[in-house]
């Protein structure tokens, strides 16, 4: 595939997300989320032994209930990080340690949610939602700051987990916890 | 070259030497510095181009790196702060950051206010306009995001450009001054001692003097310069010395030589004759004034012309004519030499040449004058012979002829002896004949002298003469009346007539033939008729011409040149006086005669007398007797010879008259003072030798002024008898003389008195 015609594809899908984020619309609001679950994996650097193998898929697991639907899957098809793939997977229950690069925990998931995070192991990016996540322990939090969709970083966390977080992604965050 | 160019150039070259230093420091230091510092300006300018592209690239590139996030999460905010970065640098505009649908997240001004971005441009590039404005594809993960466009503005290019240039401005002044500075102080080394030299050029220019010297400054060229210069002028100064004295000496020499040019020159044309000099290739390169105009050419026309076109000549016998430019022929003598000149041998060859015409005539009439002059002498010398011969024969006729016929006079006419005597006297008569054409041809025989019509005389004289012409041949007249009368002998007429119309009838021969005689007159000059035969020059008017035409043999040139010559005859029976008789006569006469014969063809002879203006006198008829009257009276009778004396006494005295004698003049003068009272006339003879006639005549007409004298002579000059005219002759007597010619004249004489 050629150049121009990714680079078309790509700005369709962002055309989505910037409609989305834009318009705050309550059924956008996980398409931005999607986008934003993939456009953190360009701003954060995963140890090389969080893959079994250098084509081992880069997996976006999805705990509890997904609240992207098709959104998550039709962004994420067809990229990859670096040389590996990126694959969407859904789990009731927490995952064993070094299947999932990025975790998204749902609202649905309460209970021993600070266990679960604790228990995923290092070299997984740990995502969820509300200011009580990162204390629970997650490393990046959504929020809806303005009616917009903008996230807050736990270093501390991302570090223990041994994620390098890009500068430029703290940047963007609305807070970022030491 | 252009005109601006070529008079800058000339503007430059004529400035003084400092001057030009100066200019050429100067112009040489901006110049250098100008292109320096444009090289600098510009090389900047690019660099700075290139070097301002490279770091507007880098900065979008790290905006743009740093703007990723703020992309990826669409945070315009974030996207600003960084974006407020750029404020760092004044010169940037604005800068916007676009999403790649082309909507603008984020931007920046520098002014603060909100900046409308202008569309974006795909991909990455560099637009320069007024400002810079650069494009920058912002990319993540190699994915491009977003674009970054920065516009710059130029404010920083025209600083830096206004810097530099009052920077090189300052610099050029600067430098210029220094450079003014230093070479106003170093140009005086160089221009010192050129304008020095140049000052002692010009005024060795001016002043002509050699002996100024330049100052010598410094040892470099200029310094090698000056003594070079130095040196040249004592050089000039002593080689002006040599030339001023070899000049001199030059023009000593060439004031002598052309002297000596024009001297030659001026003899050249001087001389009388023609002069011609030709150099080695015989073209003329000098001819005389005489030379030119015997040539008939002008100066132009001969001068290096080849001598053989100029000077043409033909050889005809001894003679050298010379052909002109108008084809005439000249008589010339001619000498030719080679010019040798010292050294060089033949340098070209003179030719000298002379017109010979005038001194050929003049040689050719002395020749004529000579033959003249001798004809003259020899009829001269002729005439006395012959003069001499008859004077002597006239005395002894006289006593021949006079004794004779007194002789027959005594006799009967019965006697036997008369005609014997008869013949004497006939002989006598011949021999008289003889000498008076001796004398005609001397000159001397001519004594009366009558106004004379010539066609009358002819009628008369014909009869007289035609005894020895031949029945074989007729005579034909044609005779003019009405001529002009001529002063004539007639008795010398008669002669003329008779051998001329003789001759005429013998050059017929034995053949039948015809003797035209006819007169005329005409109108003659010495033109129509030139002199011939020894005569005088005629006297132009009209004469009076007696013409004797012959059918008879004709003569041959040689032999008409000889015809008047005494004793050449062609007959076997002549004497050859006769044509010198009538020659004679006609000289005598102051007439001419023409000859036309041609062998052949017959002879004319044309003998013309000057007319003369007078009217023939009807001629006074003297009765004539038969037997003269006893005559009375004392006649003195005066001659030298005394055969004539006794003659005469003999004849006068039969005749009745008383005769006194005397040998010579003064015994004449003697016997007439003497005998004064009884001598009635005087018979006197010219030619004697103690007192001539002339003197006696004279003494005589002294004691007696009305003496009758009858003057008596064998060859009497018609000038004396002319003389003797005005002297009261009483007659003439013409020796020799018959006792009836004295008795005539005597007894005339005695009636008509003296002084006739």
């Known amino acids: 595939m050629s150049q121009i015609v990714r680079t078309i594809f790509a700005a369709g899908k962002v055309l989505c997300l910037l409609a989305a984020a834009t318009g705050a619309h309550a059924a956008d609001e996980y398409r931005v989320k999607a986008a934003f679950l993939m456009n953190f994996t360009k701003f954060v650097d995963w140890p090389p032994a969080s893959f079994s193998s250098e084509t081992a898929p880069f997996s976006i697991c999805i705990l509890g209930s997904d609240p992207f639907g098709a959104a998550l899957d039709s962004i994420v098809d067809g990229e990859a990080v670096d040389s590996h793939k990126l694959v969407v997977h859904r789990f009731g229950q927490p995952p064993q340690p070094g299947v999932c690069q990025v975790l998204f925990v749902g609202g649905s998931v309460r209970k021993d949610l600070g266990q679960i995070l604790e228990e995923v192991g290092p070299g997984v990016l740990t995502v969820g939602e509300g200011d009580n996540f990162l204390l629970e322990g997650g490393i990046i939090a959504f929020v809806i700051d303005n009616r917009r969709v903008r996230f807050d970083i736990n270093q501390s966390a991302a570090a223990k987990a041994e994620l390098k977080m890009n500068a430029k992604l703290l940047g963007v965050a609305r807070s970022v916890t030491k | ?756």
């Open chain 2, 1 to 756: 070259m252009n005109r601006a160019e070529a008079s800058g150039s000339r503007f430059l070259r004529d400035l003084p030497i400092r001057q030009k230093l100066m200019a050429v420091v100067l112009l040489t230091t901006t110049a250098a510095l100008l292109v320096a510092g444009i090289g600098l300006v510009a090389a900047d300018f690019f660099l700075f181009r290139g070097y301002l592209e490279r770091d507007l690239s880098t900065l979008a590139r790290i905006v743009g790196d740093n703007s990723t996030a703020s992309l990826e999460f669409n945070e315009p905010q974030s996207a600003k702060e960084t974006l407020a970065a750029l404020r760092e640098r004044p010169h940037i505009v604005m800068a916007c950051i676009y999403q790649t649908d082309g909507t603008v997240l984020a931007s920046y001004s520098r002014s603060g206010s909100d900046t409308k971005c202008p569309a974006p441009t795909p991909g990455r590039g560099v637009r320069w306009s007024r400002d810079v404005t650069i494009s920058q594809p912002i990319l993540l993960k190699g994915v491009e995001i977003g674009t970054l466009v920065i516009r710059y503005d130029l404010g920083e290019i025209s600083e830096r450009l206004w810097f530099y240039g009052t920077t090189v401005f300052g610099v050029l002044l600067a430098s210029s001054l220094v450079a003014f500075l230093l070479s106003s102080k170093l140009r005086e080394t160089i221009a010192t001692p050129i304008s020095q030299l140049a000052q002692a050029t010009k005024s060795v220019a001016a002043t002509k003097d050699y002996s100024i010297r330049a100052e010598r400054y410094s040892a470099d060229e200029l310094g090698l310069l000056v003594d070079a210069f130095n040196e040249m002028l004592s050089g000039i100064q002593s080689r002006d010395t040599n030339l001023i004295k070899a000049l001199t000496e030059r023009e000593d020499a060439l004031g002598e030589a052309r002297g000596t040019r024009d001297f030659l020159r001026t003899t050249l044309a001087s001389i009388a004759d023609a002069v011609i000099s030709t150099d080695a290739s015989a073209r003329i390169v000098f001819a005389n004034p005489v030379a030119l105009a015997l040539l008939r050419r002008t100066e132009a026309e001969t001068i290096g012309k080849p001598v053989d076109e100029v000077f043409r000549t033909v050889e005809e016998g001894d003679w050298t004519f010379l052909l002109t430019a108008n084809q005439k022929r000249i008589p010339i003598e001619h000498t030719e030499a080679p010019i040798v000149t010292a050294g060089s041998g033949v340098g070209g060859a003179v030719l000298v040449f002379r017109d010979i015409t005038e001194r050929e005539r003049l040689a050719q009439e002395k020749v004529a004058t000579e033959e003249q002059l001798r004809q003259s002498a020899k009829l001269e010398s002729l005439g006395v012979l012959a003069g001499g011969i008859a004077h002597d024969f006239n005395n002894l006729l006289v006593g021949i002829m006079g004794n004779a016929s007194l002789a027959a006079d005594l006799l009967p006419p019965s006697d036997k002896a008369v005609p014997l005597i008869q013949d004497v006297v006939d002989a006598s008569e011949r021999a008289a004949q003889l000498t008076r054409q001796m004398l005609a041809y001397s000159g001397r025989g001519r004594f009366i002298i009558d106004l004379v019509d010539l066609s009358q005389e002819v009628e008369e004289i014909l009869p007289l003469i035609s005894r020895p012409i031949p029945r074989s041949v007729s005579v034909h007249l044609n005779l003019e009346p009405n001529l002009p009368a001529i002063e004539a002998d007639k008795s010398q007429l008669q002669q003329i007539l008779m051998n001329l119309v003789i001759n005429a009838a013998e050059a017929c021969g034995s053949h039948p033939g015809s003797v035209f005689i006819k007169t005329c007159r005409e109108k003659k000059d010495q033109s129509t008729s030139p002199p011939a035969f020894g005569l005088a020059p005629i006297e132009p008017g009209i004469y009076v011409c007696l013409s004797i035409k012959d059918t008879g043999s004709g003569m041959s040139d040689e032999v008409k040149a000889k015809i008047f010559d005494p004793f050449f005859t062609t007959k076997f029976t002549g004497r050859g006086l006769g044509l010198s008789a009538v020659l004679g006569i006609i000289r005598s006469h102051k007439g001419t005669i023409e000859v036309e014969s041609a062998p052949d063809m017959g002879t004319t002879f044309r003998v013309f007398f000057p007319a003369v203006s007078g009217v023939v006198e009807a001629e006074k008829k003297h009765p004539v007797a038969r037997r003269e009257p006893r005559g009375t009276g004392t006649v003195l009778v005066v001659d030298d010879e005394e055969i004539v004396r006794n003659t005469a006494r003999s004849a006068l005295e039969l005749s009745g008259y008383q005769v006194i004698l005397a040998e010579d003049g003064e015994a004449g003068v003697q016997k007439f003072g003497q005998f004064a009272d009884q001598v009635s006339m005087v018979i006197l003879d010219l030619t004697m030798p103690v007192m001539d006639g002339e003197s006696a005549l004279a003494q005589m007409k002294k004691l007696d002024p009305a003496v009758k004298v009858v003057l008596s002579s064998g060859f009497d000059r018609l000038e004396i008898a002319e003389r003797f005219k005005g002297k009261g002759l009483a007659g003439f007597l013409q020796k020799p003389y018959t006792t009836a010619k004295l008795l005539q004249i005597v007894g005339t004489a005695m009636v008509d008195g003296g002084g006739s």
